[in-house]
């Protein structure tokens, strides 16, 4: 079966950078598009970026272009989130996704938790 | 951009009952490019419905999608425990994906 495993998290001061990367199984890797969706404490999801099938193409949410940036391994199975340059607002937690159809997300891993602060 | 509002923000609804959850958009949209996400406690979201008639897997009648423009409609008919959850709309648009801010559908 699908299955992402989101790991790199942890806490980490503002300004500073981290990785986050997404294994995933159990599906034709290179041929889904793969997204990163945050969900703050207690709040509601919101979308981060989404790179293509092939990685050529590759979208951000406005709250985070320019200092996120998405990409993938294919030799791998791996997706990578790069956040440079965090905020106090980018703490999260941090899930990846498969493309279900182009408009729609599913499944989703289990997630994993970037705190940022001093 | 599309801004999608969902009321209530909490729907307290007892076991058995109908829910009836709202999800507006800023301006018309197309169906098909709205679904909905079921989110439990400590679990990753799921997709549930999508687009004019797209279906998850195994998801129960009870649970049905309607609406257009910038009104859509996600209804739960009776209401299992296993029902009781956080739920999103989202929208696909201009390579660009949109969540709802959530309804809480919780017990009564």
């Known amino acids: 079966q699908v299955q992402l495993v989101e790991s790199g998290g942890g806490v980490v001061q503002p300004g500073r950078s981290l990785r986050l990367s997404c294994a995933a199984s159990?599906?034709?890797?290179?041929?889904?598009?793969i997204h990163w969706v945050r969900q703050a404490p207690g709040k509601g999801l919101e979308w981060v970026a989404q790179?293509?099938?092939?990685?050529?193409?590759?979208y951000y949410a406005d709250s985070v272009k320019g200092r996120f940036t998405i990409s993938r391994d294919s030799s791998k199975n791996t997706v990578f989130l790069q956040m440079n340059s965090l905020r106090a607002e980018d703490t999260a937690v941090y899930y990846c996704?498969?493309?279900?159809?182009?408009?729609?997300?599913?499944?989703w891993g289990q997630g994993t938790l970037v705190t940022v602060s001093s | 951009e599309i801004v999608l509002t969902q009321s209530p923000g909490t729907l307290s609804v007892a076991a058995g009952e109908r829910a009836t959850l709202s999800c507006r958009a800023s301006q018309s949209i197309s169906s098909r490019y709205l679904a909905w996400y079921q989110q439990k406690p400590g679990q990753a979201p799921r997709l549930l419905i999508y687009?004019?008639?797209g279906r998850a897997t195994g998801l129960p009648d009870r649970f049905s999608g309607s609406g257009s423009g910038t009104d859509f409609t996600l209804t739960i008919s009776r209401l299992e425990p296993e029902d009781f959850a956080v739920y999103y709309c989202q929208h696909y648009g201009s390579s660009l994906w949109t969540f709802g801010q959530g309804t809480k559908v919780e017990i009564k």
């Open positions: 996704a498969k493309e279900h159809t182009v408009t729609t997300i599913d499944p």
């Open positions: 790179i293509s099938y092939d990685g050529s193409n590759k």
């Open positions: 159990g599906f034709a890797f290179s041929d889904y598009g």
């Open positions: 687009g004019e008639s």
